[in-house]
């Protein structure tokens, strides 16, 4: 997963509600939660009185179980039927969703399953409220849009790798010696100790896009405290950072092709088109309608990406990409702003600073720029248009980091563990479907139950297919596990 991509698009298209966390007291569980009304943030209202929020202690340094502390943010809202079955923990992407901001705005999509569970999630450790981090202000951030992040020029190149060194720094900065402790591993552990801490026996799940790379960890780490586990828009656990820009560049790709063809255009001639209109902004960037403001090519490859992550936005960036080439990118830019987390005041989010502090430290592989250089015509080939600037991402995404990557790829190995429900979209373009079936067997036999969606966009549960949401409910409600292979068209 890479600059641009790295996180579940459920973050930037659904409306986002910060609940900030903690309260008056009004409920306690066996694990020691105080759970109470979640308090208004300076970015939006508190969320309804049916929603609760609660801190939990956890261990910063998990082979110092009995040292420093951090607070993890959660927050609930409780089963609405007589028949509980328990918790159900989500996680909505990234690294670097804030579930306690998501979860509120995703319930509706969920409701049957609150028939049966309370509706849980967090914000896990360098996210948001749980000692979320802050590499750049908003102003630094926007200066940054400048730099071309597919460097054409040594200058170019030089001032790109000047760019990230400088992030790295200010995430050192603002994290200290959290950023040391914000692994997949680590999150997988804080979530058996929520699973604690909720009275839960086994762990109830669903993971979606990066969170079900945390899934599988959690599953390899404590198989027999899996319960039911639904594992959506998979992330491919047998690749590597470059596999996975690959992985993304094809996936995009694909998407774009579907598009193209739904507008009654040829994909090789469209993309050679929209490859050309990139070229263009990257030696002259357009013109806005927010002053002071052009788009960048950077911007604009951004501005394209957001719309493919759901059929239903095509439409969106059709125009955009008709104002663009009549020379307006504003439509570009305001996509790309969503993408970014930007709101009309210039306000930045920090998802993508929460993406990078973690996957630096998951991420051993750490492409130099000669290598790069010598991956893009590979890259090129898989994507006209997204080929180059994923690529060189790999180098960029991690350079200078002043910690070292744990492991090349993640362990999901995970003998022993009750299925597991891995659902996979063949038009997923961020997670490509391939990785749901590599997944699947990884977790290993009896373990990895595959289910295939033939659609469009990232992720399945809830897109539209009845055959999908009946499947995947089935199995959370009730315990009925699909034959593997099922497919739903």
């Not at 959290?178 to 804080?190: E, N, P, Q, W």
């Not at 040829?266 to 309608?289: F, M, N, V, Y």
């Not at 501005?303 to 080439?325: F, N, Q």
């Amino acid at each position: 997963m890479t600059r641009f991509v790295r996180w579940t698009a459920l973050a930037v298209a659904s409306a986002l509600l910060a609940a900030g966390c903690g309260g008056s007291s009004s409920d306690d569980d066996k694990g020691g939660l105080s759970w109470g009304r979640c308090k208004a943030t300076a970015d939006a209202p508190a969320p309804s009185s049916e929603w609760q929020c609660a801190t939990l202690k956890v261990p910063l340094d998990w082979s110092k179980p009995d040292g420093e502390t951090i607070g993890l943010a959660l927050i609930r809202a409780k089963a609405r039927g007589d028949d509980r079955a328990g918790s159900l923990l989500f996680n909505f992407g990234g690294p670097g969703a804030s579930g306690v901001s998501m979860m509120p705005s995703y319930a509706p999509t969920v409701s049957q399953l609150r028939e049966r569970y309370d509706l849980v999630s967090w914000d896990p450790r360098g996210v948001g409220a749980s000692e979320g981090v802050r590499c750049r202000s908003d102003k630094e951030i926007q200066a940054a849009e400048s730099v071309d992040v597919s460097p054409d020029t040594p200058a170019e190149e030089q001032a790109y790798f000047a760019d990230a060194a400088d992030f790295a720094k200010g995430c050192q900065k603002d994290a200290g010696k959290l950023l040391a402790h914000v692994s997949t591993a680590d999150s997988a552990r804080d979530m058996d100790r929520i699973r604690q801490a909720l009275g839960d026996d086994r762990m109830n799940y669903f993971g979606i896009s990066y969170g079900t790379e945390l899934g599988g960890t959690y599953a390899h780490l404590f198989p027999k405290k899996v319960g039911r586990m639904t594992l959506d828009a998979v992330v491919d656990p047998g690749a590597d950072t470059v596999g996975h820009a690959q992985n993304q560049a094809r996936g995009f790709q694909r998407a774009l092709n579907g598009y193209l063809e739904s507008t009654g255009q040829d994909p090789a001639e469209g993309s050679r088109k929209i490859a050309d209109l990139l070229r263009r902004i990257d030696a002259r960037p357009l013109p806005t309608a927010t002053p002071g403001r052009k788009l960048t090519q950077t911007l604009a490859v951004t501005g394209i990406i957001l719309p493919l992550y759901s059929k239903d936005s095509w439409p969106t960036l059709t125009s955009a990409l008709d104002a663009a080439e009549r020379g307006d990118g504003s439509e570009l830019l305001a996509l790309a702003d969503g993408y970014n987390e930007r709101d009309p005041s210039g306000r930045y989010g920090t998802t993508t600073h929460s993406q990078r502090v973690i996957s630096c430290l998951d991420d051993r592989q750490r492409p130099t720029a000669a290598e790069t250089k010598k991956l893009l015509p590979r890259f090129e080939e898989i994507s006209p248009v997204f080929g180059t600037f994923l690529g060189w991402d790999t180098a960029g995404w991690c350079h200078d980091w002043p910690v070292p990557g744990q492991h090349e790829t993640p362990e999901v190995s995970a003998a022993g563990a009750a299925p597991i429900l891995v659902v996979g979209n063949t038009g997923d373009p961020a997670t490509p479907y391939e990785g749901a079936r590599r997944m699947a067997d990884e977790l290993g036999r009896g373990v990895g139950v595959m289910l295939t969606w033939r659609g469009q966009g990232h992720g399945a549960y809830g897109s539209g297919s009845d055959c999908v949401d009946s499947t995947v409910n089935a199995y959370l409600l009730d315990g009925s596990v699909p034959k593997d292979g099922k497919v739903c068209s």
